[in-house]
């Protein structure tokens, strides 16, 4: 729970400092080149989950060996897919460099900050199959206390350069440092509880294949979810300004705390539920109980920030923001209550089901971009997001039903699970 509320804290704690170091217009770039890095997050090809969920289900029963040279594959396939496409996307920037040099002149000046981007995308996707790694053999103490720990030296580091440098560029070169050795301390971690070392990270087609089973369908929503999650600030940047951009991120920060946590919180839901041989009554018990949890402490969390809105109004000068931090304030809400039912689908290896909820949805999502965003600005980028929800909640939010399915469909896993 450690992981859980620091990340949005460290987060959030961030937006002041930024905001008043750099300023709105470069804050707003800054946003952008993340945006930037979240949009080709896909490139990890759904390793950290398909490892997370083998782990789960076989390291009790699986020799070191035989977990190391998996590890080793699913870092490789990360590995091998970032660096494709960011050699791909550097020989597609340096062809088309003259149109983009005519249509968006901006962009061009600020290729340094591109190259660090890219950088940034390789370690930041190996270091999310390490954590997924530790998260899969349970270690959920040491994973929880590492990502403090992570957290906050990138806190500190970020906002004293941004203090003392006010650079954007420079703010990102730190990032991309701390994303390597974060990285490096994972693994470091990792080697401690299972026996794999560098060299043992290499490829092996038949577990790639295993994952790529496992991970077909997560790759799908992991493209159309990277693609909604972060095309709505990149579309603002080129189309309006930076400015808008750090506008529209400081409400989204805010408002999706409760999505945040929640999602953090129940991420340990997975690797429990994939590994559990508990009985039905068991598992339902606990479904509807963190059902209830999620939805309190969204209505406690939407609250607060309710009674906090003419505050963070005044302080951040959101005098163009009327009807949109509620919106998203509530679209937040709904998606944070969906979390757990969803991690409880996915336990119980709904890959497929939730894959193409997820892809339908964001697939919504991005054409309510392409169409409201020219014509509404910030409006249109928030609208977008409510659309995206309520196209999750017809397709996906029916808990009950979804999940009175998986237990039907459970025995079969459990049974499994206990001839191990």
Known sequence: MLESFSSPFFSLLLIPILTHSLGLEKYGLYVMVLAFVGLFSFTGLGMNTSITYYLAVNHQTSNAKNIAERLG??????????????????LAFTLFEAALQKSYPQLIAQQSLIYAALLLLIFTQCDMVISAALKGLQQFKASSKLEFLIRFVGFVAVALVATILKNVTVIIIFAVIIAFFSMMLRFKVLSKVVDIRLIDIKLDRQYAGEFFHFGKWMTLQNISGAIFGSLDKIMLGLLFSTTVVGTYNIIISITQLSHYVLASASSFILPKISASTASIK?????????????ALVTLLMMLVLTLLYPFIKGHFNLVNIKYEYFILLISYGVLAICVPPYYFALGFGKVKLLSNINTISAVVGIVAIMLLINKYEILGAVLSRAVYTIAVTLTFFVP???????????????????TK
């Open 282 to 294: 068991i598992l339902r018990k606990s479904y509807y109980k963190s059902l209830v949890v999620s």
């Open 73 to 90: 594959t699913a870092l490789s396939v990360t590995l091998l897919g970032t660096i494709i496409f960011s050699l791909t996307f550097l």
């Open 400 to 418: 009950p039903l979804l999940f009175k399915n998986n237990l039907e469909n459970s025995h079969e896993h459990i049974k499994l699970l206990k």
